[in-house]
Every structure is written in structure tokens, then in C-alpha cells.
């Protein structure tokens, strides 16, 4: 069966432009979730969900029908015991989500808002966080999606274990885009989904635990669905997951976790700085801004001004390159004129290469078209 399938260039953080053959990996036959076949897929796929952030046996990947945001609420759910604060470090439109969600199950928070455009006063952070035994654990974004910076992980992470705080990241769009290693970067629990940097189907989000930690967490859960515990109870029990998963969606992550690990991670993040790297190039040649700083750039989002004097609307630019198979991503923060633009998926030179020249042909239909009005 070879039906060909219409590529689509995303340059949206996921779902993101897939091979063909992890598209092909759902077209399974219909199994159920409860049979030998399916419970060995998800005992693989949770071993190598370990492997790509270097952790052994004494961690354990515990999955969830769910998109990302199912994960982190589970585990903000269920980690943080009744009576004790949460440190969340929100610089962006992820970090305040994590807010929101803590305090939806009451969760008590201490909040620290930064600015995108602001490092992180990392002693300032430690300082609080040792002096507050009430604060059981602090989470990071590491990579905030809202704009394309990379928090400080490997920093944070020794903070935490000195001050002897559990470390909790919200790795969705990191995980498999940078290094990560569990135990270098101090993680109790990190969390991520199928359909970012792994390149699968969306629908599958996991918390990567630390096993004696999650075995603490017994008798947390404030949600019956969102039971950290029992979910991880369950599978190591019985092999199956509790409820039901995206059957087809679980062989896709299996596919693009072969494929992650036959490229390996060290040329997936090169290919992720490469292509953003020629992107932010071409992007600055023809006028437009890269407003993420370069310090602290992620190599996976940048958000990009329009060119000085333009009056792009955001609307009218999707659309124009949306007919012609890329789509780009409104802003998030209220930074003006902006949009976003990420490199995350099976994306190829010659894919940024065709984006850039459709944008020039957009900029140069928009100034025939000044010029009409002028004339
Ligand atoms: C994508 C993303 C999420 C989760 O989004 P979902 O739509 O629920 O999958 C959470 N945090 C970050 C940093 C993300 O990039």
C-alpha cells in the first residue's frame, strides 16, 4: 500500500512535518490496547523514551493518552504533597500555564515572573528556595516555547540538589532538541510529548520519574485520570496501560524512536541548529528581526519581527504561505509585530531554502501592490 502523501512544511513547535514512514507506522491492524503484541510496543517504547535522556533503571517512563498538558498536570497533580508550596520560574507563556494549572488543584505557588529578555538571577532563586522549607519542588521550562529561549537547566538542576529541592522540567519541546541527561542535570521529573522534537503523531505525553521519587507520591493525586502513581502502578503491574491509548499513535512514537535513535541524537540537534541557523540568516537578509537574544537562543524557535517599516498582517502572510504548504505560528507574547517560527521536525536545507524564497516572493507581491496604491 503506497498511497503518496502530500508533504506540508510546519514551522509551527509541533505537530510537526513527520517522514512518511512514521505517517505509515499507524496504518496497523486493529489490535486491542489489552493484548500481548500492544503492551510489549509500550514496554519498549518506554525503555527508549529513558534512553534518549541517558537514564537507567532507576528511573521509569510512565505514559498518558493525553497531549503535553496532560503530563504536567499529572505530575504537578500528584507530585506536590497537600500542605506544601510548589517554585514555579515563569518567564514565558509556559511557565505561567504551570502556574495556572498548580493553582487549579491548590496547589500553593511561589511564583518568580521574569521577562523574556531577562536572565534569571539564579542566587537570587537559590536563596529563596533555601530559605522556604515549605517549598517541596521547583519547575523549570526549560525551553520556553512562547519565544525560543533555553532556561539555564544544568544551573537550576544544582540548585535544586543543594538546597535539596525536587526538580521537576517541562521538557516538551526540548526533549530529543538538546542534550538532556537525567542525572547531570539533577531531574527528579521531566515531562514531554510524541509530536515535538521525537517527530511522532500527537496524542502521547509521558513524565520521565525518578523511581524512588514516584514512589513517594502514592497517595497525592488530586485527579482519579491524572494518578502519577497508579498509572505508573498499573503498567509496571500488568503491562497494560489503565485506559485506553492512542493505539496508532503509540506504534507512530515507536517509528520515530527508531528513527531518533538510527539518526542519533547528536546529529538530530545538528540538524535542528543548522536548519535554524540558515533560517535566521535568510530571515535577516530580507529585513526581518530575530528578537530572541542570541545568547540564549534554543536553536529550535525564534521569535522574528516583521522588517522595519512593513505592516504585515499576521493573518495575510499564514494564509498566503499556508496555500502554499507552510505554516507559520502567531505570537504569543505581546511582543509587537511579531510571529514564530521553529525548525523542529523532519525538515531538509532545501524545505527552509523554498520557505525563504516564498516569503521574498510575498514581500515582493506586497510592494507591487504599494506601488499600485501609490500610482
Ligand atoms: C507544547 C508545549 C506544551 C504542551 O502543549 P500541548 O498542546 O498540551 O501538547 C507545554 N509546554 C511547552 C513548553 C510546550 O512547548
Given at each position: 500500500m503506497t498511497t503518496q502523501i502530500p508533504r506540508k512544511i510546519l514551522l509551527n513547535p509541533g505537530p510537526v512535518t513527520t517522514t512518511d514512514t512514521v505517517k505509515q507506522a499507524q496504518v496497523v491492524p486493529d489490535i486491542c490496547h489489552r493484548e500481548h503484541e500492544f503492551t510489549s510496543l509500550?514496554?519498549?517504547?518506554?525503555?527508549?523514551?529513558?534512553?534518549?535522556?541517558?537514564?537507567?533503571?532507576?528511573?521509569?517512563?510512565?505514559?498518558?493518552?493525553?497531549?503535553?498538558?496532560g503530563a504536567l498536570e499529572a505530575c504537578l497533580s500528584s507530585v506536590i504533597p497537600e500542605g506544601k508550596k510548589v517554585l514555579i520560574v515563569n518567564n514565558g507563556s509556559y511557565g505561567e500555564r504551570l502556574v495556572s494549572i498548580a493553582k487549579r488543584h491548590h496547589i500553593e505557588v511561589v511564583e518568580l515572573t521574569f521577562t523574556f529578555d531577562q536572565e534569571l538571577p539564579l542566587e537570587k532563586?537559590?536563596?529563596?528556595?533555601a530559605d522556604d522549607e515549605a517549598i517541596h519542588s521547583c519547575v523549570l521550562v526549560h525551553h520556553e516555547t512562547s519565544t525560543g529561549i533555553l532556561n539555564p537547566l544544568r544551573e537550576m538542576g544544582a540548585i535544586c540538589k543543594?538546597?535539596?529541592?525536587?526538580?521537576?522540567?517541562?521538557a516538551m519541546s526540548s526533549y530529543a532538541g538538546v542534550p538532556i541527561d537525567v542525572y547531570q542535570d539533577n531531574i527528579d521529573y521531566l515531562i514531554s510529548s510524541s509530536n515535538k522534537c521525537l517527530h511522532g503523531m500527537p496524542g502521547?505525553?509521558?513524565v520521565i520519574c525518578n523511581k524512588a521519587r514516584v514512589l513517594e507520591t502514592q497517595n497525592n493525586a488530586r485527579t482519579f485520570y491524572?494518578?502519577?502513581?497508579?498509572?505508573?502502578?498499573?503498567?509496571?503491574?500488568?503491562?497494560?496501560?489503565?485506559?485506553?491509548?492512542?493505539v496508532q499513535a503509540a506504534y507512530a512514537l515507536n517509528q520515530a524512536l527508531d528513527e531518533y535513535f538510527a539518526q542519533t541524537g547528536a546529529k538530530r540537534f545538528a540538524q535542528f541548529r543548522s536548519n535554524y541557523t540558515q533560517l535566521r540568516q535568510g530571515l535577516e537578509t530580507l529585513g526581518f528581526e530575530v528578537v530572541t537574544p542570541e545568547a540564549r537562543q534554543s536553536y529550535l524557535l525564534m521569535t522574528v519581527c516583521n522588517p522595519k517599516g512593513s505592516d504585515y498582517n499576521f493573518n495575510h502572510i499564514h494564509d498566503y504561505l499556508f496555500e502554499r504548504g507552510y505554516t507559520i505560528y502567531p505570537k504569543k507574547l505581546s511582543i509587537p509585530n511579531t510571529f514564530r517560527l521553529a525548525c523542529i521536525g523532519d525538515l531538509t536545507p532545501e524545505d527552509i531554502d523554498n520557505f525563504l524564497s516564498e516569503l521574498k516572493q510575498y514581500q515582493l507581491m506586497c510592494s507591487e501592490s504599494l506601488q499600485q496604491v501609490e500610482e
Open positions: 509500550i514496554q519498549k517504547i518506554r525503555s527508549d523514551l529513558l534512553k534518549v535522556v541517558h537514564a537507567k533503571d532507576d528511573y521509569t517512563a510512565v505514559l498518558f493518552g493525553a497531549s503535553g498538558t532563586i537559590e536563596s529563596i528556595l543543594r538546597t535539596g529541592k525536587q526538580f521537576i522540567v517541562d502521547l505525553s509521558f491524572f494518578d502519577l502513581y497508579k498509572q505508573y502502578s498499573s503498567v509496571e503491574k500488568t503491562g497494560e496501560m489503565p485506559f485506553t491509548p492512542p
